[in-house]
């Protein structure tokens, strides 16, 4: 789906750790000799490649050879006749690029690289393939123009330079690719404004186009191969609507459509895989139809020569879709009569009988795991009642009646993976006492009970997902000998022998986080806990030169911290609050962290110190703050220069036991202050001056003070007025003032005081106001007023009784509001836009497609000029993103491509020039949170930022630093082990100054 994977290089520095294992993958070659995996057993998070002797015969042996520090091994395949493996070495992107290698699978030579050293920029992409007969090997890489994705062929020996397979095309970009079963051709989905399907000659030559037209952010959203063919979904027809196509591989006949016509609404399930018999000749898949959400199972000839079948019986499928062996599809269905959730279910392959249930199923009861036995006879599938676990077996054709395997139920509460071999099977679950995993064995004929394997012996010792069967023996991840070391382990499924490991020991992990982060110019500025598990401190990142971190702070004892920070606005310096002895002190530092920082507040043995709400003024020229640096019942409100020239002075004292209020005006020179309660005994209003001494300080006494609350507090865009929300008229009944900074005037109303409670307000251009009320008939409206009260309010939007403004956006220059309402239907939100002055009639700018669509959030581009929403137009309740202008000048365009049914589309950011949007989303996996980036003006698809994360990795927060680069936080390498990175994709940027001398 995905053009590319941004370079992407690690910001932050070691996080603290703690010993774990090393092994991180692991795969099985034909044959079952040898096991290759991944692991950092020589130094924590540096991956590097082995092989092991399945019988532990031997030691493992490194096949990459001794890897320097920063390198790792990414990816990496078994050739099919298990005598080769083939592998990319990355250099985490710290100025180098991804290389491709061969090696045998024994080790007995080194390693071979299979191109040409690569110019700087030029990296092998993910994609590995190799072809059955283990001659070439297909990878993706940018070797001929920088960060576009292009298909190349190679021999696995390395005996010829490799030859590039896709077309010249200026604006191609391929995706992934499979080599056919024969070695002669490759398949590949390659974008050229759509998604398509292409075949070339496994050595090269003309290039043939498979897929048939698609419209416009339509295309192929899924593959495979079977035999001489490749079958597929497309929208060709409607958007969105994915139906079933098949066509010759080498593009001797047009693509043909498998599925029947489909009814409006009706469409080929993209969530659920398609599944091809062993004989290459049916394509199983589900169709979901309009009739109230069914998903139906169906199988077709991939040749199109027999008609489609529906082969659930009329039932329904869920789950997964298991082809065994001997060509029967194994399924999932709720039964007649409801007493379960679901059955399971097997039928031919070609639909040429009726669907039968293994097994029986009492009331209640509930089918939730199964998996096919390796010579397509068995399969095992585990059954629960609200009371019970069980594990049975039975033919797949369900000749023979279930046998029960399992003879102590009470020892497992879930069981979590599953594996079938031809005498046993092998199963993983949580005790029920203890809750810990272990690992059980159970002969097929049930002649006798399960036998427990493996148990961690560590009191927090676990098994880690995923088992495989190899001969007689399973092979399992788990610390057994030592909490946190995850090893390799072989163990007899007769339990003839004890486990024996195949790996060695690992390194470390990190128990550390990242916790916030900003862009400083071209550096990262972030907090994390890297030294000392629970002491966050603030870290400088050089995005250009990389490099280890800066941290910005003084050291800090294990009671002490950061806990916040704000960048200058010109990205030059950070300021940081720091804790030290139960104090909070203010710091300025160089965001580069070449200088120590500067500590802002006088020394105090105080408690308490500076408070959150310190800042730059808009010029970055004055740092406000408050403190309590003269008594903890006064505190002061204090300027200083922000480039040193002088100390930090007091503006205003005042009593500090009660919280305040503070704002900065935006042309630098004020300060609105609003002490919860002040020396005088009420509560009042202050105007500052920052640096203009014949000013001195204004003061309003608000009425009725001593039960008013002030919760609000803003200056007009103009600079001279404060604009407040307060209950100073009634109580509880907040209603929104203004008062000129100057003093010259006291209170002004800008609503009447008979009139609903302003809920918010923000100040827009002109010095206008834009604020929400509570109306009777229980609406809430928008409107505008200016902030000198000189005219009544002016409405936004008319709405009828019920509805509401739910919330409220300002276009960064001030001039148009954004804001979502149910103005046209109850309880549907929708996008509506308005000049911010009232001076024309507010525009509908999302769609609405059903009764339920609703626009979930929604911003403005930094030009003002367009709006980037979140709307549930396709899908109720999955969003997708779309951009329109502000005045509706054009109907909005979504900018994603479709989603899985379970695929979500989190939150999204626009670059600072408004020519690209980055958005987190899960396309197709419900578990992994990826970042993309696409232009605003959409057409093209998305590029991924954040390369795949681990197995429940997630990308957490992100900004832009320039169109092609981007900060992320993720756990992309550890689960829950969140730290920054530096995403850069293929656009060329200037190049990064040589970095100033240490001073």
Same mark, same amino acid.
């Given at each position: 789906?995905?053009?590319?994977?941004?370079?992407?290089?690690?910001?932050?520095?070691?996080?603290?750790?703690?010993?774990?294992?090393?092994?991180?993958?692991?795969?099985?070659a034909?044959?079952?000799?040898?096991?290759?995996?991944?692991?950092?057993?020589?130094?924590?998070?540096h991956?590097?490649? =082995?092989?092991?002797?399945?019988?532990?015969?031997?030691?493992?042996?490194?096949?990459?050879?001794?890897?320097?520090?920063?390198?790792?091994?990414?990816?990496?395949?078994?050739?099919?006749?298990?005598?080769?493996?083939?592998?990319?070495?990355d250099?985490?992107?710290?100025?180098?690029?991804?290389?491709?290698?061969?090696?045998?699978?024994?080790?007995?030579?080194?390693?071979?690289?299979?191109?040409?050293?690569?110019?700087?920029?030029?990296?092998?992409?993910?994609?590995?393939?190799?072809?059955?007969?283990?001659?070439?090997?297909?990878?993706?890489?940018?070797?001929?123009?920088?960060?576009?994705?292009?298909?190349?062929?190679?021999?696995?020996?390395g005996?010829?330079?490799?030859?590039?397979?896709?077309?010249l095309?200026?604006?191609?970009?391929?995706?992934?690719?499979?080599?056919?079963?024969?070695?002669?051709?490759?398949?590949?989905?390659?974008?050229?404004?759509?998604?398509?399907?292409?075949?070339?000659?496994?050595?090269?030559?003309?290039?043939?186009?498979?897929?048939?037209?698609?419209?416009?952010?339509?295309?192929?959203?899924?593959?495979?191969?079977?035999?001489?063919?490749?079958?597929?979904?497309?929208?060709? $027809?409607?958007?969105?609507?994915?139906?079933?196509?098949?066509?010759?591989?080498?593009?001797?006949?047009?693509?043909?459509?498998?599925?029947?016509?489909?009814?409006?609404?009706?469409?080929?399930?993209?969530?659920s895989?398609?599944?091809?018999?062993?004989?290459?000749?049916?394509?199983?898949?589900?169709l979901?139809?309009?009739?109230?959400?069914?998903?139906?199972?169906?199988?077709?000839?991939?040749?199109?020569?027999?008609?489609?079948?529906?082969?659930?019986?009329?039932m329904?499928?869920?789950?997964?879709?298991?082809?065994?062996?001997?060509?029967?599809?194994?399924?999932?269905?709720?039964?007649?009569?409801?007493?379960?959730?679901?059955?399971?279910?097997?039928?031919?392959?070609?639909?040429?009988?009726?669907a039968?249930?293994?097994?029986?199923l009492?009331?209640?009861?509930?089918?939730?795991?199964?998996?096919?036995?390796?010579?397509?006879?068995?399969?095992? $599938?585990?059954?629960?009642?609200?009371?019970?676990?069980?594990?049975?077996?039975?033919?797949?054709?369900?000749?023979?009646?279930?046998?029960?395997?399992?003879?102590?139920?009470?020892?497992?509460?879930?069981i979590?993976?599953?594996?079938?071999?031809?005498?046993?099977?092998?199963?993983?679950?949580?005790?029920?006492?203890?809750?810990?995993?272990?690992?059980?064995? !159970?002969?097929?004929?049930?002649?006798?009970?399960?036998?427990r394997?493996?148990?961690?012996?560590?009191p927090?010792?676990?098994?880690?997902?995923?088992?495989?069967?190899?001969?007689?023996?399973?092979?399992?991840r788990?610390?057994?000998?030592?909490?946190?070391?995850?090893?390799?382990?072989?163990?007899?499924?007769?339990?003839?022998?004890?486990p024996?490991?195949?790996?060695?020991?690992?390194?470390?992990?990190?128990?550390?986080?990242?916790?916030?982060?900003?862009?400083?110019?071209?550096?990262?500025?972030?907090?994390?806990?890297q030294?000392?598990?629970?002491?966050?401190?603030?870290?400088?990142?050089?995005?250009?030169?990389?490099?280890?971190?800066?941290?910005?702070?003084?050291?800090?004892?294990?009671?002490?911290?950061?806990?916040?920070?704000?960048?200058s606005?010109?990205?030059?310096?950070?300021?940081?609050?720091?804790?030290?002895?139960?104090?909070?002190?203010?710091?300025?530092?160089?965001?580069?962290?070449?200088?120590?920082?500067?500590?802002?507040?006088?020394?105090?043995?105080?408690?308490?110190?500076?408070?959150?709400?310190?800042?730059?003024?808009?010029?970055?020229?004055?740092?406000?703050?408050?403190?309590?640096?003269?008594?903890?019942?006064?505190?002061?409100?204090?300027?200083?220069?922000?480039?040193?020239?002088?100390?930090?002075?007091?503006?205003?004292?005042?009593?500090?036991?009660?919280?305040?209020?503070?704002?900065?005006?935006?042309?630098?020179?004020?300060?609105?202050?609003?002490?919860?309660?002040?020396?005088?005994?009420?509560?009042?209003?202050?105007?500052?001056?920052?640096?203009?001494?014949?000013?001195?300080?204004?003061?309003?006494?608000?009425?009725?003070?001593?039960?008013?609350?002030?919760?609000?507090?803003?200056?007009?865009?103009?600079?001279?007025?404060?604009?407040?929300?307060?209950?100073?008229?009634?109580?509880?009944?907040?209603?929104?003032?203004?008062?000129?900074?100057?003093?010259?005037?006291?209170?002004?109303?800008?609503?009447?005081?008979?009139?609903?409670?302003?809920?918010? $307000?923000?100040?827009?251009?002109?010095?206008?106001v834009?604020?929400?009320?509570l109306?009777?008939?229980?609406?809430?409206?928008?409107?505008?007023?200016?902030?000198?009260?000189?005219?009544?309010?002016?409405?936004?939007c008319?709405?009828?009784?019920?509805?509401?403004?739910?919330?409220?956006?300002?276009?960064?220059?001030?001039?148009?509001? !954004?804001?979502?309402?149910?103005?046209?239907?109850?309880?549907?939100?929708?996008?509506?836009?308005?000049?911010?002055?009232?001076?024309?009639?507010?525009?509908?700018?999302?769609?609405?497609?059903?009764?339920?669509?609703?626009?979930?959030?929604?911003?403005?581009?930094?030009?003002?000029?367009?709006?980037?929403?979140?709307?549930?137009?396709?899908?109720?309740?999955?969003?997708?993103?779309?951009?329109?202008?502000?005045?509706?000048?054009?109907?909005?365009?979504?900018?994603?491509?479709?989603?899985?049914?379970?695929?979500?589309?989190?939150?999204?950011?626009c670059?600072?020039d408004?020519?690209?949007?980055?958005?987190?989303?899960?396309?197709?996996?419900?578990?992994?949170?990826?970042?993309?980036r696409?232009?605003i003006?959409?057409?093209?698809?998305?590029?991924?930022?954040?390369?795949?994360?681990?197995a429940?990795?997630?990308?957490?927060?992100y900004?832009?630093?320039?169109?092609?680069?981007?900060? =992320?936080?993720?756990?992309?390498?550890?689960d829950?082990?969140?730290?920054?990175?530096?995403?850069?994709?293929?656009?060329?940027?200037?190049?990064?100054a040589?970095?100033?001398?240490?001073?």
């Amino acid at each position: 789906m995905a053009q590319e994977h941004a370079r992407v290089r690690k910001l932050s520095g070691p996080l603290p750790f703690a010993r774990v294992s090393a092994v991180s993958d692991y795969a099985v070659a034909r044959g079952e000799r040898w096991i290759v995996y991944r692991a950092d057993a020589t130094l924590d998070e540096h991956l590097e490649l =082995y092989s092991v002797p399945t019988d532990g015969s031997a030691a493992p042996r490194a096949l990459c050879g001794a890897l320097a520090a920063e390198l790792d091994v990414q990816e990496y395949r078994i050739a099919p006749d298990g005598l080769s493996v083939v592998y990319t070495v990355d250099t985490r992107f710290e100025g180098g690029h991804s290389q491709l290698f061969s090696a045998p699978i024994d080790g007995a030579t080194p390693a071979v690289r299979l191109h040409e050293r690569l110019p700087s920029w030029a990296s092998i992409l993910f994609g590995i393939q190799i072809s059955p007969d283990s001659q070439r090997v297909v990878f993706l890489g940018d070797l001929l123009v920088d960060g576009r994705g292009e298909l190349f062929s190679v021999p696995l020996d390395g005996s010829e330079p490799p030859v590039k397979l896709d077309p010249l095309l200026a604006d191609g970009v391929v995706h992934e690719a499979s080599i056919s079963p024969d070695s002669r051709r490759v398949v590949f989905r390659m974008s050229q404004g759509d998604l398509e399907l292409y075949s070339v000659a496994l050595e090269g030559g003309p290039v043939t186009r498979l897929s048939g037209p698609s419209i416009p952010l339509g295309g192929v959203l899924e593959w495979r191969l079977a035999g001489e063919r490749a079958v597929y979904l497309a929208d060709p $027809f409607l958007n969105d609507q994915l139906e079933l196509f098949s066509v010759p591989i080498d593009g001797s006949l047009a693509p043909q459509r498998l599925n029947p016509p489909l009814a409006s609404g009706t469409f080929v399930d993209p969530d659920s895989p398609l599944v091809i018999d062993p004989a290459g000749e049916h394509v199983v898949y589900r169709l979901f139809t309009a009739n109230f959400g069914v998903v139906e199972l169906h199988s077709v000839a991939v040749d199109g020569s027999t008609g489609d079948a529906r082969i659930d019986a009329g039932m329904g499928s869920s789950g997964s879709i298991r082809m065994t062996a001997s060509g029967r599809v194994l399924f999932l269905a709720r039964p007649a009569g409801g007493n379960a959730n679901s059955a399971l279910y097997s039928v031919q392959a070609d639909g040429s009988a009726p669907a039968v249930q293994l097994g029986t199923l009492p009331r209640n009861s509930n089918v939730t795991l199964f998996e096919p036995g390796v010579d397509g006879k068995h399969v095992v $599938f585990v059954r629960t009642t609200p009371s019970a676990l069980d594990v049975f077996v039975t033919n797949s054709d369900g000749s023979t009646p279930e046998i029960r395997l399992d003879r102590t139920p009470q020892d497992v509460s879930s069981i979590e993976a599953l594996r079938v071999g031809a005498t046993h099977a092998a199963y993983s679950g949580r005790l029920t006492v203890g809750g810990q995993r272990a690992l059980f064995s !159970a002969p097929l004929d049930g002649s006798a009970a399960p036998l427990r394997l493996l148990e961690p012996s560590p009191p927090l010792g676990d098994l880690y997902p995923g088992i495989t069967l190899v001969g007689a023996n399973v092979l399992q991840r788990t610390d057994w000998n030592e909490d946190g070391v995850v090893e390799l382990f072989s163990v007899p499924l007769d339990a003839s022998a004890p486990p024996t490991s195949l790996s060695g020991p690992g390194a470390f992990t990190t128990v550390g986080d990242v916790q916030r982060f900003a862009r400083a110019g071209r550096f990262a500025v972030y907090l994390a806990d890297q030294e000392q598990d629970g002491v966050v401190e603030l870290y400088s990142a050089d995005l250009d030169h990389g490099g280890p971190p800066r941290r910005l702070n003084d050291p800090l004892d294990a009671t002490d911290d950061v806990s916040d920070f704000v960048v200058s606005p010109d990205e030059r310096a950070v300021l940081f609050r720091a804790r030290h002895g139960g104090r909070n002190g203010l710091y300025l530092a160089p965001s580069d962290g070449r200088t120590r920082a500067r500590k802002l507040d006088a020394d105090s043995a105080m408690l308490g110190g500076v408070e959150s709400d310190y800042g730059f003024t808009p010029d970055g020229k004055w740092i406000v703050f408050v403190s309590n640096g003269r008594s903890n019942f006064l505190t002061d409100v204090f300027a200083v220069p922000s480039d040193g020239s002088a100390a930090a002075r007091s503006l205003l004292t005042f009593d500090g036991a009660f919280g305040h209020l503070l704002a900065l005006s935006p042309d630098s020179k004020r300060v609105a202050f609003c002490p919860s309660f002040s020396s005088s005994g009420g509560l009042e209003l202050v105007s500052l001056s920052i640096d203009e001494p014949g000013f001195g300080v204004q003061r309003l006494s608000l009425p009725y003070s001593f039960a008013a609350s002030v919760t609000s507090l803003r200056i007009s865009t103009d600079s001279r007025y404060a604009v407040f929300r307060a209950d100073v008229v009634t109580d509880e009944r907040y209603l929104l003032y203004s008062w000129p900074l100057d003093g010259s005037t006291g209170l002004v109303p800008l609503m009447q005081p008979h009139s609903g409670g302003a809920i918010d $307000f923000a100040c827009a251009a002109d010095g206008r106001v834009v604020f929400r009320i509570l109306q009777p008939q229980d609406r809430i409206e928008l409107f505008s007023v200016s902030a000198d009260g000189s005219a009544p309010p002016t409405p936004l939007c008319a709405l009828p009784p019920g509805r509401r403004v739910l919330e409220f956006v300002l276009s960064p220059d001030g001039r148009r509001v !954004a804001y979502r309402a149910d103005a046209e239907t109850d309880d549907r939100y929708e996008l509506f836009s308005a000049p911010s002055d009232g001076s024309a009639s507010s525009v509908k700018l999302s769609n609405a497609s059903r009764r339920d669509t609703d626009v979930s959030a929604f911003a403005f581009t930094p030009d003002s000029q367009k709006v980037l929403f979140l709307a549930d137009t396709l899908r109720n309740e999955q969003d997708d993103l779309y951009v329109v202008p502000a005045d509706r000048s054009t109907a909005p365009k979504r900018l994603n491509p479709s989603l899985a049914p379970h695929g979500t589309l989190f939150d999204f950011r626009c670059s600072d020039d408004g020519r690209f949007v980055a958005y987190r989303a899960n396309h197709d996996e419900r578990a992994l949170v990826e970042l993309f980036r696409v232009p605003i003006e959409g057409g093209v698809a998305p590029v991924p930022f954040s390369p795949p994360p681990i197995a429940g990795g997630d990308v957490r927060a992100y900004r832009f630093v320039s169109p092609s680069e981007v900060l =992320y936080d993720a756990d992309q390498d550890e689960d829950e082990a969140y730290e920054l990175y530096f995403g850069v994709l293929s656009e060329l940027r200037r190049p990064a100054a040589p970095p100033e001398p240490l001073r």
